[in-house]
T-cell receptor, first 111, second 115 residues
Framework: GQQLNQSPQSMFIQEGEDVSMNCTSS?????WLWYKQDPGEGPVLLIA?????ELTSNGRLTAQFGITRKDSFLNISASIPSDVGIYFC???????????FGKGTRLHILP | GAGVSQSPSNKVTEKGKDVELRCDPI?????LYWYRQSLGQGLEFLIY????????KSGLPSDRFSAERTGGSVSTLTIQRTQQEDSAVYLC?????????????FGPGTRLLVL
């Protein structure tokens, strides 16, 4: 079945640093999604990408849909303490498919 | 509030007991999803309800798992004869029409621990 590889698994950074994480898929997706999950909460959609090559920003977050349709990345600029959490990539091929989630990137900000 | 709510927030049970987890979706949302999140893992799809259609049960890991959605609103996920490997966070999500790419709104989850 389809698999998503998300990396890195964990990140420990200083406040103010930029962050980059990515996902690769074993097959082509038509849609890529990025979610954030705060401790004790459910995931919240950050950015949705629908077209190969698409680059979309949401505040300090920027995500891109890879040209090959098999990868996507999420960048966070000038990290702040509230960025702490788990970031999930997710994707699917068509509207009849179930969304497949990556295993998450755990972002920690060092004091 | 108008968000997805789940109960209980935490459940500790003994191996072999049955548990019921409840999800109240956002009012008017026709689609409802159940996911399982194990420690260090991503979200594992379990089951999907869309309106009055037969649910997509393809993600249920065994016949000990079942779910119902009464009246197109509240859903209950039941795990029979719980096993330790069932310990996880069970997340419910709803979306307006069920189009896969539309925003799914997640509840806070039920943390299940099977001793």
């Amino acid at each position: 079945g389809q698999q998503l590889n998300q990396s890195p698994q964990s990140m420990f950074i200083q406040e103010g640093e930029d962050v980059s994480m990515n996902c690769t898929s074993s097959s082509i997706f038509n849609t890529w999604l990025w979610y954030k999950q705060d401790p004790g909460e459910g995931p919240v959609l950050l950015i949705a990408l629908y077209k190969a090559g698409e680059l979309t920003s949401n505040g300090r977050l920027t995500a891109q849909f890879g040209i090959t349709r098999k990868d996507s990345f999420l960048n966070i600029s000038a990290s702040i303490p509230s960025d702490v959490g788990i970031y999930f990539c997710a994707g699917y091929w068509n509207r009849d498919d179930k969304i497949i989630f990556g295993k998450g990137t755990r972002l920690h900000i060092l004091p | 509030g108008a968000g997805v709510s789940q109960s209980p927030s935490n459940k500790v049970t003994e191996k072999g007991k049955d548990v019921e987890l409840r999800c109240d979706p956002i009012s008017g949302h026709t689609a409802l999803y159940w996911y399982r999140q194990s420690l260090g893992q991503g979200l594992e799809f379990l089951i999907y309800f869309q309106g009055n259609s037969a649910p997509d049960k393809s993600g249920l890991p065994s016949d000990r798992f079942s779910a119902e959605r009464t009246g197109g609103s509240v859903s209950t996920l039941t795990i029979q004869r719980t096993q330790q490997e069932d310990s996880a966070v069970y997340l419910c999500a709803s979306s307006s029409t069920g189009t896969v790419g539309e925003t799914q709104y997640f509840g806070p989850g039920t943390r299940l621990l099977v001793l």
